[in-house]
């Protein structure tokens, strides 16, 4: 029997046949369901955003920030395969946020007291800091002059005179090497990390603008954030300002006669130079020094100087000031007669023995260095 027949059958015996209709659902039912998953879609989203956010900020940005091939050098080294250095620097430079922390100088207060030689020497005398004690101990004490003393062009003793200047000057380059060396370490606990934070981010950043970095490029950074050894630091002080008595030296605390065509300098008298240019001049020796290792570490004329120098840190890491001092030619017009001139003063004053010496820290992430 089908399905016709028992309708018919259930219609005679008096049953009442009625097709049944399916419920459907309403359309104001069909959109509250609509809108509370669509609630909890955009409500579930947003509370994996941040997660979601801090993932591909480390897996993406950083990765492409830091190029590190410690480990991979390092499983080439326990295999035995050479590993292949290039000491590439970029030519580009940045001159606008490269001075920013020497300008800083210049809101020193210009009423500073400059120290007779006299004075100079009982301080010294009195802290019992002098070279001898230096080249034996190798250590030197923090004490950081401002000016030179206008007396030392009158000091007869050609030794006397040299010690004096070289115990002036001696700390405020290690200050600044030691400001360097920081930063260095700090720049390889990044490079040695899988991915860093926004604060070392940061710093990486404002350390691409001090060193004049184009493009965030790490080797070239590398490259230029490292020290000027001592002796070379102090042997073209010595010749640039004849051991502190040029005028520029006392009148602009010049050390190593830098050459500006800006108004604010010193201009040289017709015996010095027929040129237009000036020799800047700052408020505190410190200064000079700082732009002096600044100048050298992003100029390209001592993109040579700086290439050498990382060849001699890749080969034991310490730096022969001898050897370098030949890529300093195009420091002077005289080009290799200053550099030969400069090997001289560093033998004959053997400041190599100043290379190696440390500053007597006075703090604690100083102390941490040393």
């Given at each position: 029997?089908?399905?016709?027949?028992?309708?018919?059958?259930?219609?005679?015996?008096?049953?009442?046949?009625i097709?049944i209709?399916k419920?459907?659902?309403?359309?104001?039912?069909?959109?509250f369901?609509?809108?509370?998953?669509?609630?909890?879609?955009?409500?579930?989203?947003?509370?994996?955003?941040?997660?979601?956010?801090?993932?591909?900020?480390?897996?993406?940005?950083?990765?492409?920030?830091?190029d590190?091939?410690s480990?991979?050098?390092?499983?080439?080294?326990?295999?035995?395969?050479?590993?292949k250095?290039k000491?590439?620097?970029?030519?580009?430079?940045s001159?606008?946020?490269?001075?920013?922390?020497?300008?800083?100088?210049?809101?020193?207060?210009?009423?500073?007291?400059r120290?007779n030689?006299?004075?100079i020497?009982q301080l010294?005398?009195?802290?019992?800091?002098?070279l001898?004690?230096?080249?034996e101990?190798?250590?030197?004490k923090?004490?950081?002059l401002?000016l030179?003393?206008?007396?030392?062009k009158?000091?007869?003793?050609?030794?006397r005179?040299?010690e004096l200047?070289?115990q002036?000057?001696?700390p405020?380059?290690?200050?600044?090497?030691?400001?360097i060396?920081l930063?260095?370490?700090?720049?390889?606990?990044i490079?040695?990390?899988?991915?860093n934070?926004q604060?070392?981010t940061?710093?990486?950043?404002?350390?691409?603008?001090?060193y004049g970095?184009?493009?965030k490029?790490?080797s070239?950074l590398k490259i230029?954030?490292?020290?000027i050894?001592v002796?070379?630091?102090?042997?073209q002080?010595?010749?640039?300002t004849?051991?502190?008595?040029?005028?520029?030296?006392i009148?602009?605390?010049?050390?190593?006669?830098?050459?500006?065509?800006?108004e604010?300098g010193?201009?040289?008298?017709a015996?010095?130079?027929g040129?237009?240019h000036?020799?800047?001049?700052?408020?505190?020796?410190?200064?000079?020094?700082?732009?002096?290792?600044?100048?050298l570490?992003?100029?390209?004329s001592?993109?040579e100087f700086?290439?050498?120098?990382a060849?001699?840190?890749?080969f034991?890491?310490?730096l022969n000031?001898?050897?370098?001092v030949?890529?300093l030619?195009?420091?002077?017009?005289?080009?290799?007669?200053?550099t030969?001139i400069?090997q001289?003063?560093?033998?004959?004053n053997?400041?190599?023995?100043?290379?190696?010496?440390?500053?007597?820290?006075?703090?604690k992430r100083?102390?941490?260095?040393?």
């Open positions: 029997m089908n399905i016709s027949e028992i309708k018919k059958f259930l219609t005679k015996n008096g049953f009442k046949v097709k209709k419920k459907s659902i309403s359309k104001d039912a069909h959109s369901l609509f809108t509370a998953a669509s609630s909890l879609l955009i409500i579930g989203f947003f509370s994996i955003l941040p997660f979601l956010n801090n993932y591909f900020t480390k897996l993406v940005f950083n990765s492409k920030l830091i590190n091939t480990k991979i050098d390092f499983e080439k080294t326990l295999s035995g395969k050479e590993i250095k000491f590439s620097e970029s030519d580009s430079l001159l606008k946020n490269l001075f920013d922390d020497i300008f800083e100088f210049e809101d020193i207060p210009t009423d500073l007291v120290l030689a006299e004075t020497k010294f005398k009195d802290t019992k800091y002098n001898n004690e230096v080249r101990t190798k250590i030197v923090p004490i950081a401002n030179l003393p206008k007396e030392i009158k000091i007869q003793s050609t030794k005179k040299k200047f070289i002036i000057v001696l405020l380059v290690l200050e600044e090497n030691n400001l060396k930063d260095r370490k700090k720049l390889f606990m490079l040695n990390k899988n991915s934070s604060k070392e940061r710093w990486l950043n404002s350390k691409f603008k001090q970095v184009i493009k490029d790490l070239t230029r954030m490292d020290v050894p002796s070379i630091a102090l042997a002080a010595a010749k640039e004849g051991w502190g008595t040029s005028r520029f030296a009148e602009g605390n010049a050390l190593y006669g830098q050459w500006t065509w800006s604010d010193i201009k040289p008298s015996a010095d130079s040129s237009s000036k020799i800047m001049k700052f408020k505190v020796l410190k200064a000079s020094v700082r732009a002096y290792q600044r100048n570490n992003t100029h390209p001592y993109r700086r290439k050498a120098r060849e001699q840190r890749d034991d890491g310490k000031s001898l050897e370098l030949k890529f030619d195009k420091y002077a017009e005289t080009g290799k007669q200053y030969e400069l001289k003063i560093i033998k004959q053997e400041l190599t023995d100043f290379d190696d010496v440390r500053l007597l820290p006075n703090s100083i102390k941490n260095l040393i």
